[in-house]
Each structure stands twice: as structure tokens, then as C-alpha cells.
């Protein structure tokens, strides 16, 4: 299972990492551990890709990459500590409003930031993708 965590700042912003592996734009996460604990291992990975330390705040959404079999948790957080960094998954770091998100980020990828930058009194999205695009329903819905 994988976690991601969407940073927002005082502004409504998200905080997004381009991978250093793919390049592409994603908001920071991972693989939990075996024996990890999901919110102590988003803690770890945001920790380990953006220097940030973080309070969980709430789950978002549910994500499965049907191709791979992966299943995504998404959750809202806000920074605790530490200072934006590059790091070694990391090269580089932005705070995105919606817009921007849009256009750097995969349909896939961008639709878990802007669930996640909504009210946050909304039920969690469930959302299915084929790791580019969503499958079943049209980006924006």
C-alpha cells in the first residue's frame, strides 16, 4: 500500500516534488513498511522527500492504479517543522495553486492534489486510474 500526503500552506497551495526518477510532479509519498503504521510512515516519507515535518489532518481520497494493483491513501496535512529541500527522490519542490497543478501534473497524479485542496468536509474520493488517466469518469467530475 502507498500514502501520499498533500501539504497545504496558509495560502490553499500544495506542495509538489518532480521525482527524480520519472520527473513527473506528484505530492510526496510512498511505500509504507510492513510493520509500518500509515500515518507514521506518510510522516517518514514526507519527511525523507521534502524535509518537511507534518500533522496528519485527514484522509482525502482512495486510489487504485488498476494496472499495477496499487492502492493509494491520500491525505490532507500541514507543516509542522523543517524547511523545503531537495533531496535525493526529490529535484525539485513547488507550492502549486489548482491551476498549476493541473497543467504539471498526470490526470492521475493531479486529481489526488486537487481532491485533497477541496473542502475539507467532503467524503473521501474513491477513484480508479490506469497510472496516467482515470478510468470511469472524466477528469473534473
Given at each position: 500500500m502507498s500514502v501520499a500526503g498533500v501539504i497545504?500552506?496558509?495560502?490553499?497551495?500544495?506542495?509538489?516534488?518532480?521525482?527524480?526518477?520519472?520527473?513527473?510532479?506528484?505530492?510526496?509519498?510512498?511505500?509504507?513498511e510492513v510493520d509500518e503504521d500509515i500515518r507514521a510512515g506518510l510522516k517518514?516519507?514526507?519527511?525523507?522527500?521534502t524535509g518537511l515535518q507534518v500533522h496528519v489532518e485527514h484522509l482525502t481520497g482512495v486510489y487504485k492504479n488498476m494496472k499495477r494493483g496499487i492502492v493509494a491513501?491520500?491525505?490532507r496535512c500541514r507543516v509542522l517543522g523543517g524547511s523545503v529541500r531537495e533531496t535525493?527522490?526529490?529535484?525539485d519542490l513547488r507550492w502549486m495553486?489548482?491551476?498549476?497543478?493541473?497543467a504539471l501534473a498526470t490526470e492521475a497524479f493531479a486529481v489526488r492534489v486537487l481532491d485533497a485542496m477541496a473542502?475539507?468536509?467532503?467524503?473521501?474520493?474513491?477513484?480508479?486510474?490506469?497510472?496516467?488517466?482515470?478510468?470511469?469518469?472524466?477528469f473534473g467530475s
Open positions: 497545504l500552506d496558509d495560502a490553499g497551495r500544495a506542495l509538489l516534488i518532480q521525482r527524480r526518477d520519472n520527473s513527473h510532479w506528484e505530492a510526496p509519498g510512498g511505500i509504507l517518514r516519507e514526507v519527511l525523507e522527500e491513501l491520500v491525505f535525493n527522490e526529490a529535484q495553486g489548482l491551476e498549476e497543478v493541473r473542502d475539507p468536509l467532503t467524503s473521501p474520493a474513491v477513484r480508479h486510474h490506469d497510472g496516467t488517466h482515470l478510468i470511469g469518469e472524466t
